[in-house]
C-alpha cells in the first residue's frame, strides 16, 4: 500500500498547493493574506467549520476510545449536537459584532469590548496553545499513523516534517483564504471517506460487525452500559472507576469539553471571516449536529469494533479486501488531523500577527510587509510545530490535553459578549482565573508539575469522573455570577450596553412568544439531561428491559445504542429549531451600523515593557 | 451572478470538493468491480460519477454558473479514453467482453444518457441540438436567432 498512499498523498498536496497560487494570484490585496478579505464564501465555510468541529475532537482518538471503553465513549458523538447548539448561539452575534465594530479579530472584540488587556493576553496564549502543542500533537499521530501505514519505510519524523512542509507551503502561498478553501475540499473528502468506510466495513468485511459482534472493550469495562451516574473515584491515575471512565456526568463534562473546539480561535476567526447568510446555520444543523453526530454515533462503533489492535490493522485488513478502502481509512485520519493542524497554526499565526506583531511589535509597516510579517511567522510556526511533533510528542500531547477545556473556559465571556450585558470585566477575569487553574489541576499537565515539584496531590485526573472542562467551568460560572452581583454596573456597563443596544435595536433574536421561548429553553434542556446528562443512565436498559413489561424486550440492538441513535435523531431538529425559527442561524450585512468600541482605529503605540525590550534588542 | 475571477475561484473549488472525494470512491468501485468480476460494483462505480454529475449541475444551478470549456473538453476526452479502453479491452482482453462488457457499457451509456437528460432539461431539446450546431453557427442567418427557432444572440 506505501507507493499507494504517497502517490495519493503527493497529489492532494500538489492540490493544495495549486488552490493557493490560484487564491494567491486572485487575492485583490496583500491584506487579504491575514483574512481572506473577510469575505470568505459561504459554502467553504460550512465544510471546513464542520470539518474542523468534527475532526477537532480526534477521529482516531474516537475511534480508540470506543474500541477500549465500548458505547459509553461512543456516547460522546452527542456532544456534537452540543456543539451545533453552541456555534449556532455564539457565531452569528459574534459575526454582527465584528461587522458592526469593525474589529477583525476574536481576542480584539472581547478585549475591546470589556476593556481588558488581560483578556487580549488569554486569546493570545490560547492562540499559541491550539497553534503549536495541539497541533503538533495532530501532527504527530499523523506521522505515527504513515509510519504504521507503509510499515516503517516513511519514518515519523519524515512523515511529520514532509506533512508538515506541504501545509506551510499552501499556508504561506495562499493565506487564510487558501487554507479555508483547502479545508473545504479536505472536509468533504472526510466526509465521502467517513461514510465509505463505514458503509464497506459492515457490508464487506465479513465476519460480523457491531451490534452482532460486542465492542472489544478492555477488561472490567462494560461494553454497552454507562457505569452509574456518578464514580466517587480520585481520578485517572489514582483509581480506576469501576466499569470504565464514562459515567453520565463524565460524558456531560466530557462533552462540555468537546465545545472547546467551537469556541477555538480558529472556528471563531472563521465564522468572523465568513460571507453573510444562511450558512452558519446549515453547517452547525445539518453537517455538525446532522452528519457528524449520525458518523460517531452510529458509524464510531461499527468501525471501532474491528480495529482489533489499531488503526493500522484494521486499514490492513480492508486492504486485503480492497486497496481502495484500506487507502480510503488511512486517508481519512490523515486528512481529518491536516484539515485541523493548518486550520490551527494559521489562524494561531495570523491572529498572533495582527494581535501583537503588527500593532506592537513592529507597527506601521505597509501592507505587503504585513503579509511578509505573516509569512514569516507561518514558518516559524510550522518549524516550532515540527520540532515538537519529532522531538517532544509526549510533552506536547500533555500540552495539548489542555486547549480544549481551556478554550472552553471562554464560554462565559463570549456570551457575556453576545447576550449577557451584565456580565462585567473583573467577573470574567476571576472566572478566568479560578476556571484555568481548576483545568490545569484536574489535567495531567498540573499533576505532573505538582507532582514532580512538590508533593504528591490526593486527587488525580478528572476526579470524579468529572472531565476538567466541567471542573473549569463550574467554578469559572460560580465566580462569574458571584463577582458580577457587585459589579454590574458603573461607567464600564455603559460602554458594554452600546454593543447590546445595537444588537437589541436592529438584531433582535426572535424566540417566539412566551409560550415559545419557554419551549425552546425547556426542550433543549430536557434533550440535555436525558441525551448527555444524569438521564443518559436510563438508556442502558430502556429498550431492552421496558417499564411496565415483565421481561426483556428480543431488540437485538444494545439498548444504549437505540437511545443514542434516538437522542441524536431528536437533537438535530432541535438545533435547526433554534437556528431557522430564532433566526440564530442567519447573517445578513443589510443596514449594518458602524459603532466605534474605543479604538480600533485609534493610533496604537506598543506598551513600554515591548518597546524597551524590543530596543535592547535591536539596539534602537 | 457576477463572474469575478474569485467567484470563478471559489466555483472551481466547490466542483473539486464534490469531484475529488467522488471520484475517489467512484475509483474504489471499479478497481473492486474489476478485481472481483462483480458487475454490480462496476454499475456502482459509473453510478457514483453520475451522482457527481448530478452534484456538479446542482452547483452550477445553485451558483448561477454553466460548465465551463475546460471543464467540458475535460469530460469529453475522459469520455472519450474510457470508450478507447473498453473497445481495446474487450478486443485484447481475453474473456472481458464476457465478464464486463454489459456493465461497463451500461454505464457508460447512463452516463451519455444522463447529460442528454441533463441538456433536455436545462436548454430544451432545440436548445440542446443547437449546444452541438456548428454548421448553423459556420452560416449565420439573421432568422437562426430568432427566439422560435432555438436562437443564440
Same mark, same amino acid.
Given at each position: 500500500?506505501?507507493?499507494?498512499?504517497?502517490?495519493?498523498? /503527493? %497529489?492532494?498536496?500538489?492540490?493544495?498547493?495549486?488552490?493557493?497560487?490560484? *487564491? /494567491?494570484?486572485?487575492?485583490?490585496?496583500?491584506?487579504?493574506?491575514?483574512?481572506?478579505?473577510?469575505?470568505?464564501?459561504?459554502?467553504?465555510?460550512? #465544510?471546513?467549520?464542520?470539518?474542523?468541529?468534527?475532526? &477537532?475532537?480526534?477521529?482516531?482518538?474516537?475511534?480508540?476510545?470506543?474500541?477500549? %471503553?465500548?458505547?459509553?465513549? +461512543?456516547?460522546?458523538?452527542?456532544?456534537?449536537?452540543?456543539?451545533?447548539?453552541?456555534?449556532?448561539?455564539?457565531?452569528?452575534?459574534?459575526?454582527?459584532? =465584528?461587522?458592526?465594530?469593525?474589529?477583525?479579530?476574536? =481576542?480584539?472584540?472581547?478585549?475591546?469590548?470589556?476593556? +481588558?488587556?488581560?483578556?487580549?493576553?488569554?486569546?493570545?496564549?490560547?492562540?499559541?496553545?491550539?497553534?503549536?502543542?495541539?497541533?503538533?500533537?495532530?501532527?504527530s499521530q499523523a506521522g505515527g499513523v504513515v509510519e504504521q501505514a507503509t510499515g516503517g519505510t516513511i519514518g515519523h519524523a519524515a512523515a511529520v516534517w514532509v506533512m508538515g512542509f506541504f501545509l506551510f507551503l499552501t499556508a504561506v502561498i495562499g493565506g487564510w483564504r487558501a487554507t479555508v478553501l483547502v479545508g473545504a475540499v479536505q472536509a468533504a473528502l472526510i466526509a465521502a471517506l467517513g461514510l465509505g468506510s463505514i458503509v464497506f466495513a459492515q457490508t464487506m468485511m465479513g465476519g460480523g460487525g457491531f451490534p452482532q459482534v460486542p465492542l472489544p472493550v478492555a477488561q472490567g469495562v462494560l461494553a454497552d452500559l454507562i457505569p452509574g451516574v456518578?464514580?466517587? +473515584?480520585?481520578? !485517572?491515575?489514582? +483509581?480506576?472507576? /469501576?466499569?470504565?471512565?464514562?459515567?453520565?456526568?463524565?460524558?456531560?463534562?466530557?462533552?462540555?469539553?468537546?465545545?472547546?473546539?467551537?469556541?477555538?480561535?480558529? %472556528?471563531?476567526?472563521l465564522g468572523i471571516t465568513a460571507r453573510a447568510g444562511r450558512t452558519l446555520g446549515f453547517g452547525a444543523v445539518w453537517i455538525i449536529a446532522g452528519l457528524g453526530g449520525a458518523a460517531l454515533v452510529i458509524g464510531g462503533p461499527i468501525l471501532a469494533v474491528r480495529m482489533g489492535a489499531g488503526l493500522g490493522d484494521f486499514a490492513s485488513a480492508m486492504a486485503q479486501v480492497e486497496p481502495f478502502a484500506g487507502l480510503g481509512l488511512i486517508l481519512l485520519v490523515l486528512t481529518a488531523n491536516q484539515l485541523v493542524v493548518a486550520l490551527s497554526v494559521n489562524a494561531g499565526t495570523l491572529l498572533i500577527t495582527q494581535e501583537l506583531i503588527l500593532p506592537y511589535v513592529v507597527p506601521g509597516l505597509q501592507p505587503l510587509h504585513q503579509r511578509l510579517a505573516a509569512q514569516i511567522g507561518l514558518a516559524l510556526a510550522y518549524g516550532l510545530v515540527a520540532v515538537l511533533a519529532t522531538f517532544a510528542p509526549l510533552s506536547s500531547a500533555i500540552l495539548a490535553g489542555l486547549a480544549l477545556p481551556m478554550a472552553v473556559q471562554l464560554l462565559p465571556a463570549l456570551l457575556g459578549l453576545c447576550f449577557?450585558?451584565?456580565?462585567?470585566?473583573? =467577573?470574567?477575569?476571576?472566572?478566568?482565573?479560578? &476556571?484555568?487553574? %481548576?483545568?490545569?489541576?484536574?489535567?495531567?499537565?498540573? !499533576?505532573?508539575?505538582?507532582?514532580?515539584? #512538590?508533593?504528591?496531590?490526593?486527587?488525580?485526573?478528572?476526579?470524579?469522573?468529572?472531565?476538567?472542562?466541567? $471542573?473549569?467551568?463550574? *467554578?469559572? *460560572?460560580?465566580?462569574?455570577?458571584?463577582?458580577?452581583?457587585?459589579?454590574?454596573?458603573?461607567?464600564?456597563?455603559?460602554?458594554?450596553?452600546?454593543?447590546?443596544?445595537?444588537?437589541?435595536?436592529? $438584531?433582535?433574536?426572535?424566540?417566539?412568544?412566551?409560550?415559545?421561548?419557554?419551549?425552546?429553553?425547556?426542550?433543549?434542556?430536557?434533550?440535555? #439531561?436525558?441525551?448527555?446528562?444524569?438521564?443518559?443512565?436510563? &438508556?442502558?436498559?430502556?429498550?431492552?428491559?421496558?417499564? #411496565?413489561?415483565?421481561?426483556?424486550?428480543?431488540?437485538?440492538?444494545?439498548?444504549?445504542?437505540?437511545?443514542?441513535?434516538?437522542? $441524536?435523531?431528536?437533537?438535530?431538529?432541535?438545533? $435547526?429549531?433554534?437556528?431557522?425559527?430564532?433566526?440564530?442561524?442567519?447573517?445578513?450585512?443589510?443596514?449594518?451600523?458602524?459603532?466605534?468600541?474605543?479604538?480600533?482605529?485609534?493610533?496604537?503605540?506598543?506598551?513600554?515593557?515591548?518597546?524597551? &525590550?524590543?530596543?535592547?534588542?535591536?539596539?534602537? | 451572478m457576477t463572474q469575478t475571477p474569485s467567484y470563478a475561484l471559489d466555483r472551481h473549488v466547490l466542483v473539486s470538493a464534490v469531484w475529488l472525494p467522488g471520484g475517489f470512491v467512484a475509483l474504489g468501485l471499479l478497481h473492486h468491480g474489476f478485481a472481483t468480476g462483480a458487475a454490480g460494483w462496476v454499475l456502482a462505480g459509473f453510478g457514483a460519477i453520475l451522482a457527481c454529475f448530478a452534484l456538479h449541475v446542482i452547483v452550477n444551478a445553485a451558483l448561477g454558473a454553466h460548465f465551463t470549456p475546460q471543464e467540458v473538453a475535460l469530460s469529453f476526452v475522459l469520455y472519450a479514453v474510457a470508450g478507447l479502453a473498453l473497445v481495446l479491452a474487450v478486443l485484447l482482453q481475453p474473456g472481458f467482453a464476457e465478464q464486463f462488457f454489459l456493465p461497463v457499457a451500461l454505464g457508460m451509456a447512463g452516463l451519455a444518457a444522463g447529460v442528454i437528460f441533463y441538456l433536455v432539461t436545462r436548454w430544451g431539446a432545440r436548445g440542446a441540438f443547437a449546444q452541438f450546431d456548428i454548421i448553423r453557427d459556420n452560416n449565420p442567418r439573421k432568422s437562426s436567432e430568432l427566439p422560435h427557432r432555438g436562437g443564440r444572440s
Open positions: 500500500m506505501t507507493p499507494f498512499l504517497l502517490t495519493t498523498l /503527493a %497529489f492532494f498536496a500538489a492540490y493544495g498547493i495549486y488552490l493557493a497560487a490560484l *487564491v /494567491a494570484h486572485q487575492a485583490p490585496s496583500p491584506l487579504a493574506f491575514l483574512d481572506g478579505g473577510g469575505n470568505l464564501p459561504g459554502w467553504a465555510v460550512i #465544510f471546513a467549520g464542520s470539518g474542523l468541529a468534527v475532526a &477537532g475532537q480526534g477521529l482516531g482518538d474516537h475511534l480508540a476510545l470506543t474500541a477500549r %471503553f465500548g458505547l459509553q465513549a +461512543s456516547h460522546l458523538g452527542l456532544g456534537l449536537v452540543l456543539a451545533a447548539l453552541t456555534t449556532v448561539l455564539i457565531q452569528k452575534r459574534l459575526w454582527l459584532a =465584528a461587522r458592526i465594530t469593525g474589529l477583525a479579530t476574536p =481576542a480584539d472584540l472581547l478585549a475591546r469590548y470589556y476593556q +481588558s488587556v488581560a483578556l487580549r493576553i488569554v486569546m493570545l496564549t490560547l492562540s499559541a496553545l491550539f497553534a503549536l502543542p495541539f497541533a503538533a500533537n495532530l501532527l456518578v464514580q466517587y +473515584s480520585a481520578g !485517572l491515575g489514582k +483509581s480506576q472507576p /469501576a466499569g470504565g471512565i464514562f459515567t453520565a456526568v463524565g460524558i456531560a463534562s466530557t462533552a462540555l469539553a468537546m465545545l472547546g473546539v467551537v469556541l477555538s480561535p480558529a %472556528f471563531l476567526y449577557i450585558r451584565w456580565i462585567s470585566r473583573s =467577573a470574567i477575569i476571576t472566572g478566568l482565573i479560578f &476556571g484555568v487553574l %481548576f483545568v490545569a489541576f484536574t489535567e495531567a499537565f498540573g !499533576l505532573i508539575l505538582v507532582e514532580g515539584l #512538590f508533593i504528591d496531590l490526593p486527587w488525580g485526573r478528572w476526579p470524579l469522573t468529572v472531565h476538567s472542562a466541567a $471542573w473549569g467551568l463550574g *467554578v469559572n *460560572v460560580a465566580a462569574v455570577l458571584l463577582v458580577a452581583i457587585f459589579t454590574h454596573g458603573g461607567a464600564e456597563r455603559l460602554h458594554r450596553d452600546r454593543l447590546h443596544d445595537e444588537f437589541a435595536a436592529l $438584531w433582535p433574536v426572535d424566540f417566539g412568544g412566551k409560550g415559545a421561548q419557554g419551549a425552546k429553553w425547556s426542550l433543549t434542556l430536557i434533550w440535555a #439531561f436525558f441525551a448527555l446528562g444524569p438521564g443518559a443512565i436510563l &438508556g442502558n436498559t430502556f429498550f431492552s428491559q421496558p417499564i #411496565f413489561t415483565q421481561g426483556p424486550a428480543a431488540l437485538g440492538l444494545p439498548s444504549l445504542w437505540v437511545w443514542q441513535i434516538l437522542f $441524536w435523531l431528536i437533537g438535530v431538529p432541535l438545533v $435547526w429549531w433554534l437556528s431557522n425559527r430564532a433566526q440564530l442561524g442567519v447573517t445578513t450585512d443589510q443596514g449594518l451600523r458602524r459603532l466605534d468600541l474605543g479604538g480600533a482605529a485609534d493610533p496604537v503605540h506598543p506598551p513600554d515593557w515591548i518597546a524597551v &525590550g524590543l530596543a535592547r534588542v535591536t539596539g534602537r | -
